[in-house]
């Protein structure tokens, strides 16, 4: 059976409740809710992880090497401007993924602009909110 993981990077355990103006009212469960159903129409093993912490990231995106997905959809939140030990754990594995911002980054903080996954990622989705991850789901169904 085909399997799709989505991983989550710092603070989107608070969506809902987090800068709602920029981030919206949808909470990560009822993304979570929205993709798993997806997945199972579909036939496809769906799995989220959330984390705060970037070791437990890397070491969950390691893990892909015992028990492999065909697909990732990663939000690195924060760790998008900082993380090169995700980037290179990312690569190590292999696995095509698409990148997803709930807001428009280029339309933030200049900080915000640069990303260590951008290049290597198959797309980015940034801007759409909860949308942009219901749009990654769908082409890595096809995908796949």
Do not use: W
């Not at 970037?54 to 924060?78: M, T, Y």
Request: with cysteine.
């Amino acid at each position: 059976m085909s399997r799709i993981l989505v991983l989550q990077g710092p603070n989107l355990n608070l969506l809902g409740k987090r800068e709602p103006e920029k981030y919206g009212t949808t909470t990560l469960a009822d993304i979570h809710a929205v993709l798993a159903a997806k997945a199972t129409t579909a036939g496809v093993e769906f799995e989220a992880f959330q984390s705060n912490a970037e070791a437990e990231l890397v070491g969950k995106v390691q893990s892909l090497f015992d028990r492999p997905a065909d697909f990732l959809i990663l939000n690195p939140a924060a760790f998008t401007h900082t993380s090169v030990a995700l980037r290179d754990a990312i690569s190590a594995v292999r696995v095509p993924f698409i990148e997803v911002h709930l807001s428009n980054v280029f339309a933030r903080e200049a900080f915000r602009h640069h990303s260590y996954f951008t290049d290597i990622a198959l797309g980015m989705i940034c801007g759409l909110g909860a949308k942009g991850y219901e749009l990654a789901m769908d082409y890595a169904l096809a995908r796949i």
